[in-house]
């Protein structure tokens, strides 16, 4: 029995937490996501096209497979005279797939995962955040021309870089949205693209980097109670319209001539609420589109700014645990780069979905709580084991994995008691000790 096989047999069962696993990569979906791509599969081939997404996804889940070992490891392959299938048509196959497939995929499951798990809320507005990461290709001379490499006056990068940034709600690590591009782009830039995915009744947390006005004010205008938070530049200019309380302000800000010339339909002011408050004896200046005093209490609103590291969180589980910290990607073109990671991002949002039902199943415990390390080496493991699961016990084994959830529930988090510092770079050379006078 194939893995998408066995998948479907989850339809019967009857727990509320695993009711629709069956409906997010039913072949109906995959297919749906095959015709909107405009890639359709006539002739029969070892590899068909709806097989192939499961591939792209075992690569992010089987790190230390080979791509071909991948294809066997999953069970996909159709009966032939051969019991495995080489590694150029792997290939080939990936190239036929393509990677606008695997971004609907993403998006398409990305929405029914997101409506399938309840999101607890901050005075009514669920949490997310916007965050950047850099991704390391291989040294191939497509790669190098497409994303480039980062550098500077006298260093350069050793391999390729995609630039990729992400919008994450913060309770369950389920990614809303993602865009990458070269790293000649900004992450501002890449940050537009993601405009229309964040939800109404939401608070959107970003970095410094990301403090551009003509951005957030259309973060704001797309949606109803669309809200964002972020710290004050350092030097920048602003007039006090209103005090609202201890240490809160209503303040105007004011864009400059190239912000009103790139950001289409920008005003030339926008208003917003300055909240200083002093943490751990450093002086806390942020921004935020939370003008309502009454309705947002400032004292709140402070400590929200370290969630944002939950996103932070999400790319370490990315880069260390599912890519096993291999940090450079399989894919040698820039078109399998983006179906690479289209899947890993499809595959990402799997495991944390199946983490979000281990978490509900237990009393008084967020998804974050769950340990992505071993949670994902364990659901990993039962996913590849479905295939070889008589359909009438698939039922007994979602209900294993629901009962498994307690033994993977992380302590609670401590207070960080030092400020954070960069650590210093390893030197690959033995230092001279010093001689005593």
Same mark, same amino acid.
């Given at each position: ?8 047999? !989850? ?27 405009? &890639? ?30 991948? !294809? ?16 150029? /048509? ?20 990305? =929405?029914?995962? =997101? ?19 850099? *991704? ?17 006056? $006298? ?30 782009? #900004?992450? !501002? ?10 939800? #109404? ?26 809200? *964002? ?6 030097? $920048? ?16 800000? %004011? ?10 339909? /920008? +005003? %030339? ?7 200083? %408050? ?27 700014? #370290?969630?944002?590291?939950? &996103? ?20 040698? $073109?820039?078109?399998?780069?983006? @179906? ?16 979000? @039902?281990?978490?509900?199943?237990? %009393?008084?415990?967020? +998804? ?20 070889? !699961? /008589? ?7 979602? #209900? ?18 030092? +400020? ?18």
């Amino acid at each position: 029995m194939f893995l998408k096989q066995a998948l479907n047999q !989850v339809h019967n069962f009857s727990a509320d937490q695993l009711s629709g696993l069956s409906d997010l990569l039913s072949p109906e979906l995959i297919e749906q996501c095959l015709q909107d791509s405009g &890639i359709a599969t006539i002739r029969k081939r070892r590899l068909p096209m709806e097989m192939m997404v499961w591939s792209v996804l075992g690569m992010s889940l089987y790190r230390h497979l080979s791509m071909d070992k991948v !294809v066997s490891q999953l069970d996909i392959l159709l009966p032939g005279k051969k019991p495995f299938v080489a590694p150029s /048509a792997v290939i080939q196959a990936r190239k036929r797939l393509g990677s606008d497939v695997m971004r609907t995929v993403f998006n398409q499951t990305q =929405q029914l995962w =997101q409506s399938k798990t309840p999101h607890p809320n901050w005075h009514g507005l669920t949490l997310h955040a916007v965050d950047g990461v850099v *991704w390391r290709t291989p040294d191939t001379k497509d790669n190098d021309e497409h994303f480039g490499r980062t550098g500077n006056k $006298t260093t350069i990068s050793d391999y390729p870089q995609v630039r990729m940034v992400c919008h994450m709600e913060l309770t369950s690590h389920l990614l809303n949205g993602a865009s990458f591009d070269s790293v000649s782009k #900004s992450e !501002v830039d890449l940050t537009v693209p993601l405009i229309d995915n964040g939800p #109404s009744n939401s608070l959107t947390i970003f970095d410094r980097g990301f403090y551009a006005l003509g951005l957030l004010h259309k973060w704001q205008a797309s949606g109803e109670e669309k809200h *964002w938070l972020i710290p004050l530049r350092k030097g $920048t200019q602003y007039t006090v319209i209103a005090k609202l309380g201890r240490g809160q302000e209503l303040v105007e800000l %004011k864009l400059s001539p190239q912000a009103q010339k790139k950001w289409e339909d /920008a +005003p %030339k002011t926008i208003q917003a609420r300055l909240i200083t %408050k002093s943490i751990m004896g450093k002086e806390v200046r942020l921004l935020t589109s939370m003008t309502d005093a009454m309705k947002y209490p400032g004292a709140d609103i402070a400590e929200l700014y #370290s969630h944002r590291w939950e &996103i932070e969180l999400g790319y370490r589980e990315m880069k260390q645990y599912m890519f096993q910290n291999q940090l450079t990607l399989r894919s040698k $073109t820039p078109e399998l780069v983006t @179906q690479e990671l289209w899947g890993m991002l499809v595959a990402y949002n799997l495991l944390r979905f199946l983490m979000c @039902q281990m978490a509900y199943n237990q %009393k008084s415990v967020m +998804p974050y709580q769950i340990g992505f390390k071993q949670a994902s080496l364990f659901l990993i493991g039962q996913l590849q084991l479905l295939p070889a !699961v /008589a359909p009438g016990r698939i039922p007994e084994v979602m #209900s294993y994995i629901l009962a498994m959830s307690e033994s993977f529930i992380l302590p609670e988090r401590r207070e960080r008691g030092y +400020p954070r510092a960069v650590k210093k770079r390893p030197c690959r050379y033995a230092t001279r000790p010093s001689k005593k006078r």
